[in-house]
DNA sequence: CGCCCTATTGAATATAATCAACCGCCGTGG
DNA sequence: CCACGGCGGTTGATTATATTCAATAGGGCG
């Protein structure tokens, strides 16, 4: 890897299209920034500013720090990719970019205002925010396939669950599974056999009722706990 | 779950600002797809059509086969969620949409035809196509810690970047690698200790050579094989 | 009522985690 | 220039966990 070679003009930049348009891009000056071996580009928690990066030299690592655990590296960005696409729309920044070694970005603004401000339909800005949405979904789904133990995966699941029904406003600890144990077993990234056997696990510790397709959460707090790596009873 | 409550109309939807405007959505008719129980909304390698899809009722899971392998699953989809947003700008689909019950999805139209004849500028839809890409790749690193065994997953790691140095430019069977060994166990889901059996063991297999940094595939299609699971010395 | 499919349970095995020790490169400072 | 110290990486022994293979149980549906 090293450094891919430096092009000073932004002619012959694969991202060229992205960027052209957007204030500053065609004076190439300015919009670069460098971000130094083991430096953050941004981090988790950071405010998340009107700009995505594209990556004109070096690499970087992505990392998302459950609640109490260590960060977790859910991805690498090489040149000519992108850094940020997951933070359309949001407040503050849901993972970091630490640079792997000394690297240089492109700053891309997204016109964050204008879908602030209403003035074009919504369609096409909010697809933007949709789309980015999905990918910190799937971020999290990465997250969740980092825990090593089955009964954490699946307390992860269920509380995921959970929280969707909870924002259709239906109840968040009673509802019924759609999927087969098979779907279950494939999604976690386990055996059908292992998720019974955590289901009997999670019933003796008493944190949920889950007989057939019906389950109750009888504890999410103490679920929560157990996808945190934290002792389950306090 | 079950299905959720059935609004004939659109007024009430979650989705509507995302509706408005194409075309024949404000008349409700038409629009709607029933899709039975363990039938597909769309499958894997099914051409791609001008729209993405809204559940409007029941649920469905995606799953992603890698060849040679079983399908799996790599999420599940539940009202207001939408479906088919990894696919902007491919000619066919990369994952299944199977319903796990008796659903019902609105079909949202993409209009593809705006971003192909390059009437607007690229920015703003380069991004949806962008994003679509991301999500994508975020499903192919789910798919990767599927792989039970670390061998595989290892395995597929070197043959991504390989592919990535390839697309570049630079040689795809030699390259440096600029992660530490410690972040590749992260992003692996594994410990520092088994990346470095795993890399004993595909030397020994005369897969890789891999000291320090440096990096040289001498065998990618047996990688390849061993990451589908098939034996590796055909 | 009985079949079939899904789910569960059990026993043996394989794999990776853990804990601990050691190695070797690299940069620092004498 | 060499000695030292530190950190990333490797190796080894033990343990924990999930897989595998096999057998059984339970519901739904014809």
Redesign the interface.
Known sequence: ??T?PERSRCERCPHQ??C???AAVDQTAGLRRRVGRHESLFRAGDPVGNQIYSIRS??F?L?MAAPHCK??????A?????LG??M?GMAVHSCSAVA??DSEVCCIE?DRQRFRGRRQ????????L???A??R???R??LM??H?HAEQRMAELMLT?SR??DA?GYSSTQ?????SRC?MA??L?VTPECVSRVIVQLRRQALLDLRRRDVTLLDPAALQRMVDGQPVRP
């Open positions: 890897m090293s891919f299209p992205l052209r348009g957007t070096g690499s690592k990392e960060p977790q590296v859910i991805g690498f090489l040149p000519p990719e992108f696409l997951n359309l792997l070694e997204w339909p919504l369609q096409r800005d909010g697809l933007h949709l789309l980015s999905e990918i979904r799937e971020q789904a990465i396939l980092h090593t669950l969707r029904h259709n509802f019924r599974l759609p999927m779907d494939s999604y990234g």
